[in-house]
């Protein structure tokens, strides 16, 4: 089972990321399960997505403890309870323009920034970052297939959908090389 931790504030979009990555994966014939915690419910707050994949249906009805992939919307998060639920083997994606080298104190965690603000405000998408973030943490994770989390984005956004599109391939891109040559992507 693949247990997925996607962490923000409030209004940061990190929930409607988690609900498209399970539906991406549900969209593969996946057994998924999505729910969702909000701190204390306005912007700026922590929230998080919780979401598990799994070849069979899933039983376990408790949150997740040991994470397999992150998903951070926010580097200022990467910190105690979100880095309690991590292990040396579990992948971060971060949203930040810093490069990987440059995580003082957070030795030995497998952490991949990715600048998707850069790549959200190049396609006409200002803050919202959703779509670039997506599209790097399945390049890193190798799941789902980037066509079915672009054919998810197309088909739920609620407008501008080829920029979304586009920033999401671009990530995915941007992620590809930035793991095969140790690049920073911004």
Request: charged share 20%.
């Given at each position: 089972?693949?247990?997925?931790?996607?962490?923000?504030?409030g209004g940061q979009g990190a929930q409607t990321a988690g609900n498209l990555l399970a539906a991406?994966?549900?969209?593969?014939?996946?057994?998924?399960?999505?729910?969702?915690?909000?701190?204390?419910?306005?912007?700026?707050?922590?929230?998080?997505?919780?979401?598990?994949?799994?070849?069979?249906?899933?039983?376990?009805?408790?949150?997740?403890?040991?994470?397999?992939?992150?998903?951070?919307?926010?580097?200022?998060?990467?910190?105690?309870?979100?880095?309690?639920?991590?292990?040396?083997?579990?992948?971060?994606?971060?949203?930040?323009?810093?490069?990987?080298?440059?995580?003082?104190?957070?030795?030995?965690?497998?952490?991949?920034?990715?600048?998707?603000?850069?790549?959200?405000?190049?396609?006409?998408?200002?803050?919202?970052?959703?779509?670039?973030?997506?599209?790097?943490?399945?390049?890193?994770?190798?799941?789902?297939?980037?066509?079915?989390?672009?054919?998810?984005?197309?088909?739920?956004?609620?407008?501008?959908?080829?920029e979304n599109v586009s920033a999401c391939l671009e990530a995915y891109d941007c992620t590809r090389?930035?793991?095969?040559?140790?690049?920073?992507?911004?």
């Amino acid at each position: 089972m693949l247990q997925i931790i996607v962490q923000g504030r409030g209004g940061q979009g990190a929930q409607t990321a988690g609900n498209l990555l399970a539906a991406a994966f549900y969209r593969e014939g996946k057994y998924i399960q999505c729910f969702a915690t909000y701190g204390g419910a306005r912007r700026g707050t922590p929230v998080s997505s919780f979401i598990r994949v799994d070849d069979r249906p899933i039983r376990l009805r408790c949150d997740i403890e040991h994470a397999d992939a992150i998903l951070c919307f926010d580097s200022s998060l990467l910190k105690g309870g979100l880095l309690d639920r991590s292990t040396n083997d579990t992948l971060i994606v971060v949203n930040a323009g810093r490069a990987s080298g440059d995580w003082n104190g957070l030795d030995g965690f497998r952490i991949l920034p990715i600048d998707g603000i850069a790549i959200a405000r190049k396609h006409g998408l200002g803050r919202i970052v959703n779509s670039s973030l997506l599209g790097a943490f399945v390049c890193a994770l190798k799941a789902p297939s980037i066509d079915v989390m672009q054919q998810t984005i197309a088909e739920t956004a609620p407008a501008r959908k080829a920029e979304n599109v586009s920033a999401c391939l671009e990530a995915y891109d941007c992620t590809r090389q930035l793991m095969q040559e140790g690049l920073s992507c911004q």
